[in-house]
Nanobody
Framework: QVQVVESGGGLVHAGSSLRLSCAAS????????MGWYRQAPGKERELVAG???????NVADSVKGRFTISMDNAKNTVYLLMDGLKPEDSAVYYC????????????????WGQGTLVTVSP
């Protein structure tokens, strides 16, 4: 069993910064990849940024140059540094993780977090 827990959301003004954290726990051997998704009311969930266990990143065009994803493998934690926040960034941000299980051969585990709310006022 594995779970991920997000933290760091809040209410900020446009132009401000926030750092989101996502900590994974459970029967994890190592991380395959982790990432951040967001969902605003009335919109579908979209990928914001992802990172693989070898450090390869993928960042959505809408946040490229403003958001930075990073990973601390030792802590099984992924971060999302959000700079220059805009009102259109307001959403619930969800952490996703894909892991190799500590038990079983070639078994992978997935987990979604409960989400953390980011609200950016004009």
């Amino acid at each position: 069993q594995v779970q991920v827990v997000e933290s760091g959301g809040g209410l900020v003004h446009a132009g401000s910064s926030l750092r989101l954290s996502c900590a994974a726990s459970g029967s994890i051997f190592n991380i395959n990849h982790m990432g951040w998704y967001r969902q605003a009311p009335g919109k579908e969930r979209e990928l914001v940024a992802g990172i693989s266990n070898d450090g390869i990143t993928n960042v959505a065009d809408s946040v490229k140059g403003r958001f930075t994803i990073s990973m601390d493998n030792a802590k099984n934690t992924v971060y999302l540094l959000m700079d220059g926040l805009k009102p259109e960034d307001s959403a619930v941000y969800y952490c996703y993780g894909n892991f190799n299980s500590a038990s079983g051969t070639f078994r992978t585990l997935e987990a979604w977090g409960q989400g953390t709310l980011v609200t950016v006022s004009p």
